[in-house]
């Protein structure tokens, strides 16, 4: 079990771009949540993703959004960059207990 | 979700006992203990999650004060690898989101 995937790794963009980060849950999970990590800080819960659905969001603008794929996948789209979204975009899948994080993808906006 | 409060660092020697305290005083009926730890350039991982009673695994214990208000996480015998930022949430539901905070930041001496 590979566990969970984020594509790309690293990631570079300017001011007023558009991205998508990219996220494979854990073999058997249907849930995935998206956090942001800001250097020194704690993760920031964005939102979750439960049967295609936006299930729970977190305290942030609608330039962040995202997307559940049938096989449970998911993306997050972040609009009209601001250098402020630079930080560790962690995706998390859960079952029952635990939510299992992904290494994350580091996005860097110039 | 309950606020939960954490010393910022706390030292350790190495196969010495880690007792990591976390206050939640405005903590809910319903809502659970979660530990989670992030390992340098990782993603958060989960330790240990209790309800009431105090909890124990392969990687840790989690001793619950009688009135909930309170929490202590304890590592058995700190190696180096458990040098890490450890968080202490307090959420609704297992798999639901995780309000994290600042966690604690625990240094373990060789």
């Known amino acids: 079990d590979a566990g969970v995937t984020q594509s790309p790794t690293h990631l570079i963009k300017t001011r007023g771009q558009q991205v998508t980060l990219r996220c494979s849950p854990k073999s058997g999970h249907d849930t995935v949540s998206w956090y942001q990590q800001a250097l020194g800080q704690g993760p920031q819960f964005i939102f979750q993703?439960?049967?295609?659905?936006?299930?729970q969001r977190g305290n942030f603008p609608d330039r962040f959004s995202g997307h559940q794929f049938p096989n449970y996948s998911s993306e997050l789209n972040v609009n009209a960059l601001l250098l402020g979204d630079s930080a560790l975009y962690l995706c998390a899948s859960s079952e029952a207990s635990e939510q299992f994080f992904g290494p994350g993808t580091r996005l860097t906006v110039l | 979700d309950a606020k939960t409060t954490q010393p910022n660092s706390m030292e350790s020697n190495e196969e010495e006992p880690v007792h990591l305290p976390c206050n939640h005083s405005t903590i809910s009926g319903t809502d659970y203990i979660h530990w989670y730890r992030q390992l340098p350039s990782q993603g958060p991982e989960y330790v240990i999650h209790?309800?009431?009673s105090n909890v124990n695994n392969r990687m840790a214990s989690l001793a619950i004060a009688e009135d909930r208000k309170s929490s202590t996480l304890i590592l058995h015998r700190a190696t180096l690898r458990d040098a890490a930022v450890y968080y202490c949430i307090c959420s609704k539901a297992a798999g639901n989101k995780l309000t994290f905070g600042g966690g604690t930041r625990v240094l373990v001496k060789p």
């Open positions: 209790g309800l009431t």
């Open positions: 993703y439960y049967e295609e659905e936006e299930r």
